[in-house]
């Protein structure tokens, strides 16, 4: 395996100036089924230095996304011993998923400006809010936001999570739940030398449903009226089939 890498490298490296990253995922399809409890993608490659041939003194860090989705945040206020809906924030643009790791903490590698460029971390995430709000509620809903992502296991970061071998391999694992979004999931590569971005590749993986799960999300959004129909029956049938039961017992 780095054999082959060292010689797709130089392939790349051929006329090239700058640090070339040779990246590739474990799998490019995640098929969504009943029972799918989630799965772990390995995100490995290679650097090179046209200069030196292993790509020395490099830092690496592996950003992958999910397909982003407005979302309408609601803060619960109690109100006479209820809890009721107080202010909301929208956002335009939420990545579903994202997940960070890197080979040393981001903070050792980078500055904070070229860390919320390249979004390295879940508090650099852009998730374009929208509204009227003061700076400080804005950042109120937008920490909220995150915390309630990373409680559902859908935002992660692993600040030890990328392992370098000879300073030319690199790998990193990254577990998916099983309450991801289908849909196109980005990975971005970059290597990072002395707080610069000197190389960057992007990989994709598509999530997608298969099988029952997929029929019940189609007949849903394609035959909403005769979805519902079934359910009702089936609910109805199922409850009165329990009681017929029970009423014998």
Known sequence: ???????????????????????????????????FTGTE????????????????????????????EPIRLREKERFAGVWVNAESSDFR????????ASSRPIDEIVDQKTAAIYEFGTRYIQLSPSGSFNPEDQMRFALGLVDLKRRQGLYKEDMAGVS???DVLYQARISMPSNVTTGTYVAET?????????ASAQSEVEVRKVGLELFVEDSANNHGLLYGLVAVILSVSMGWGAGRLFARL
């Open 164 to 166: 370098i071998t000879e």
């Open 190 to 198: 970059f290597a990072i030398s002395q707080g610069r971005v000197i």
């Open 1 to 35: 395996m780095r054999a082959l890498f060292l010689l797709i490298a130089a392939l790349f490296l051929m006329g090239q100036r700058d640090a070339v990253l040779v990246p590739e995922i474990s799998q490019h399809e995640v098929k969504v089924r009943q029972g």
């Open 41 to 68: 993608l390995l995100l490995f490659g290679a650097i090179l230095d046209p200069g030196g041939g292993a790509g020395q003194g490099y830092d690496i860090v592996v950003v992958l996304k999910g397909p982003s």
């Open 93 to 100: 643009s939420v990545p579903s998923y994202f997940a960070v």
